[in-house]
C-alpha cells in the first residue's frame, strides 16, 4: 500500500482528491452520507490517477500499530509487548530502516510516557490539549515542561497532566548577568535530565512562545533528545525554532515535524530556498524531508502529505468544514503516541511488521492525521458550528475504538 514517489508528479491524485471532498462535504450537507461514501471516493481518487494513489490505508496502519489492552500490564505499559522484553531498535542507515537487537533489557522496562515542552505566560492552552490528548489516546503518563508562569494554569485544566514548571522566560531574570544565565540555563537541563530516559516520545512546541533565552535552552533539550535516541514531535513554535536551527534535526530520522501552510512555506523557503510549488506538493515534500536529512514531515492541509524522504503517503478522510484553532496541538499529542506504539509494533513483531513499511514516524503520522480527521467529524456531527477543540478530543476515544476495538 506504501507507494514510492514514482508517479509523474501525484498531483493528478491530490487534485481528484479536493474535487471529491467538495462533492462528498455537499452530499453530507443534503443528508445523503452513507458509511461507504469514503470507500467510494476513495476508489475515485484512484480511477483518476490511473491506478495509484498516495492515500495511506490508515485504518489498516491503525489496526496494526494501537496495543491491545491487556489487564496484566502496569500503568506505564501501553503499547508494551510482552516479547519487547530485552529489544531496542536501531537506526541502521539514513532511512530508518529498523534493526531488532537484543541487549538485555527495555531503556526503563516501562512504556507510554509522552512529554510536551511548551507553554509560557500567553499560551497555555496548546500544550494541554497536545498533552491531554496523549491520554485520551492512551498513554499511561503525560507530562508538560513548562514556564513558572504557566503552571499553575496548565495544572489547573486538569488534574491528569504532570506539569514541571522548570523553564525561564527573559524577563524574570532580566537583572541577571550571562554567567548567571549560563548557570541557570545548567540547572533548568540537568532537571530535564533526569526525566528524558523515562520518555517515549517528546513534543516540542506547543504554546512554547518565541522567547531567546527559553529557545536556547530547548535547542540544548534537542540536542540531548538526538544523543538519547528519543523521538521528537515538533511543532507550533518548536518549527520556528527548527527553520532558524534545521541542524537541530536535520539527519535525525526519529523526528517529525508537524508545519501547516504558513510554517510549511517559511520551511520550504529556508530550506529549499524557493517557494511552495502547489502543482507538484507531493514532490517538494519529498525533496524537503530529504534536504534535511530523512526526517518525517507530516504537511498540514486538506489532505494531509507524509513523507521521510523516501516515500510520500496523503491521508484525505474527510474531516471537517470547522477550522477552531488547537487542532494542530491534538495531533502533535496523537503522532508522539503512535509513533511510540508503531516502534513498538516493529520490535514485537521482530522486525518483520505486518504492514509493509517500517518507518514508525510514517506509521504514526498516517494514524494521527486518520484518527484527528475522524474525530473531527464525529465532533462536527454534534455540535456543527459550535464545535471546540475541547469536542473533538472528547471523540478521540470513540473514533479509535470504532477501528480498535478495546474488547
Not at 24 to 29: A, E, P, Q
Not at 69 to 85: E, F, I, N, V
Amino acid at each position: 500500500m506504501f507507494v514510492k514517489h514514482g508517479i509523474n508528479s501525484g498531483f493528478s491524485s491530490l487534485a481528484s482528491s479536493a474535487v471529491l471532498r467538495r462533492q462528498h462535504f455537499l452530499i453530507r450537507s443534503l443528508g445523503g452520507y452513507t458509511d461507504n461514501t469514503h470507500q467510494t471516493r476513495m476508489e475515485g481518487v484512484k480511477c483518476f490517477s490511473g491506478g495509484a494513489s498516495l492515500e495511506a490505508d490508515a485504518e489498516k496502519v491503525l489496526r496494526a500499530i494501537t496495543p491491545s489492552l491487556d489487564p496484566t500490564k502496569y500503568k506505564g505499559q501501553a503499547g508494551k509487548s510482552p516479547q519487547a522484553a530485552g529489544l531496542v531498535v536501531v537506526s541502521s542507515c539514513f532511512f530508518l530502516r529498523i534493526e531488532v537487537e537484543v541487549i538485555g533489557g527495555f531503556k526503563n522496562d516501562e512504556y507510554g510516557k509522552i512529554a510536551v515542552i511548551g507553554g509560557c505566560r500567553e499560551y497555555t492552552g496548546a500544550p494541554y490539549f497536545a498533552a491531554i490528548s496523549a491520554l485520551k489516546l492512551g498513554a499511561d503518563l503525560s507530562h508538560v515542561f513548562c514556564t513558572e508562569g504557566a503552571a499553575m494554569v496548565i495544572k489547573s485544566y486538569s488534574p491528569e497532566l504532570i506539569v514541571h514548571p522548570i523553564f525561564k522566560e527573559s524577563y524574570s531574570i532580566s537583572d541577571v548577568d550571562d554567567e548567571g544565565r549560563r548557570h541557570i540555563s545548567k540547572k533548568i537541563l540537568a532537571e530535564f535530565g533526569k526525566w528524558m530516559e523515562r520518555f517515549d516520545c517528546l513534543v516540542i512546541g506547543p504554546g512554547l512562545g518565541r522567547d531567546p533565552f527559553l529557545l536556547e535552552c530547548v535547542s540544548q533539550i534537542m540536542k540531548h533528545a538526538r544523543q538519547s535516541n528519543v523521538p521528537m514531535v515538533v511543532d507550533a513554535d518548536g518549527l520556528f525554532l527548527v527553520t532558524n536551527s534545521v541542524d537541530l534535526v536535520s539527519g535525525y530520522p526519529l523526528a517529525v515535524l508537524t508545519p501547516n501552510v504558513n510554517e510549511y512555506k517559511r520551511l520550504v523557503q529556508k530550506v529549499l530556498g524557493c517557494d511552495i510549488n502547489d502543482q507538484d506538493a507531493s514532490g517538494e515534500v519529498l525533496s524537503l524531508s530529504k534536504r534535511i536529512g530523512g526526517v518525517t514531515i507530516l504537511r498540514k492541509g486538506k489532505s494531509d502529505l507524509i513523507s521521510d524522504g523516501e516515500i510520500v503517503q496523503s491521508v484525505g478522510i474527510y474531516g471537517s468544514p470547522r477550522r477552531c484553532g488547537g487542532q494542530g496541538d491534538i495531533l502533535s499529542g496523537s503522532v508522539a503516541v503512535f509513533l511510540s506504539w508503531a516502534r513498538e509494533h516493529i520490535l514485537a513483531s521482530d522486525g518483520k511488521p505486518i504492514i509493509s513499511s517500517k518507518n514508525p514516524t510514517v506509521l504514526g503520522c498516517i494514524a494521527a492525521s486518520a484518527l484527528l480527521r475522524k474525530a473531527a467529524s464525529r465532533a462536527f456531527e454534534h455540535k456543527k458550528r459550535s464545535t471546540l477543540t475541547t469536542d473533538i478530543i472528547e471523540c478521540l476515544g470513540q473514533s479509535l475504538e470504532d477501528i480498535c476495538p478495546a474488547s
